[in-house]
T-cell receptor, first 112, second 111 residues
Framework: NAGVTQTPKFQVLKTGQSMTLQCAQD?????MYWYRQDPGMGLRLIYY???????DKGEVPNGYNVSRLNKREFSLRLESAAPSQTSVYFC???????????FGEGSRLTVL | KQEVTQIPAALSVPEGENLVLNCSFT??????LQWFRQDPGKGLTSLLL?????REQTSGRLNASLDKSSGRSTLYIAASQPGDSATYLC??????????FGKGTRLSVIA
């Protein structure tokens, strides 16, 4: 009963390095989301994918790219990491029938 | 644009007390509202989902109510325990757009 799985759980990068956060869900959900969470800022939407083959920008998309690889997987890429991207990143998927949102455990990223 | 507010930002209560957490939203045209719990360093766990046609949902010691016309939802926790200490977030679903989250209420239950 995995739900939403994110990898890696922790990562330290140097400024300018690139990396990809992976997310997979096994609930056959169409919609998937990437959020970041920072102290005092709450959850902010980076990108989302309403269905396989589509992606849309959220509130804070600058510096990120996404790929909806298939229905199960939605990855988030930082092409040139900056200290301002130090955060906890959460992936989520949504049940289209009930509207319920399910989250992964998060990925803690530190950019030095 | 939908905005979601949770007041207070932090709350401390003695063990055993019944308590109410508040969530307000600006646009009453919602499909549903979801309450989450987040423990430090962890992800968000769904607690209750209330559809727009419902007035309340219950799970164990938790009861969530929804008043669309006034733009408010409350999460009632009965007989609070130290294990209830966490941050509680509400999120509003207004259709095929992404959910809008409040910033949460950090609850501490003191033994």
């Amino acid at each position: 009963n995995a739900g939403v799985t994110q990898t890696p759980k922790f990562q330290v990068l140097k400024t300018g390095q690139s990396m990809t956060l992976q997310c997979a869900q096994d609930m056959n959900h169409n919609s998937m989301y990437w959020y970041r969470q920072d102290p005092g800022m709450g959850l902010r939407l980076i990108y989302y994918s309403a269905s396989e083959g589509t992606t849309d920008k959220g509130e804070v998309p600058n510096g990120y790219n996404v790929s909806r690889l298939n229905k199960r997987e939605f990855s988030l890429r930082l092409e040139s990491a900056a200290p301002s991207q130090t955060s906890v990143y959460f992936c989520a998927s949504r049940d289209v029938w009930t509207g319920e949102l399910f989250f992964g455990e998060g990925s803690r990223l530190t950019v030095l | 644009k939908q905005e979601v507010t949770q007041i207070p930002a932090a709350l401390s209560v003695p063990e055993g007390e019944n308590l109410v957490l508040n969530c307000s939203f600006t646009d009453s045209a919602i499909y549903n509202l979801q309450w989450f719990r987040q423990d430090p360093g962890k992800g968000l766990t769904s607690l209750l989902l209330i559809q727009s046609s419902q007035r309340e949902q219950t799970s164990g010691r938790l009861n969530a109510s929804l008043d669309k016309s006034s733009g408010r939802s409350t999460l009632y926790i009965a007989a609070s325990q130290p294990g209830d200490s966490a941050t509680y977030l509400c999120a509003v679903n207004s259709g095929n757009t992404p959910l809008v989250f409040g910033k949460g209420t950090r609850l501490s239950v003191i033994a």
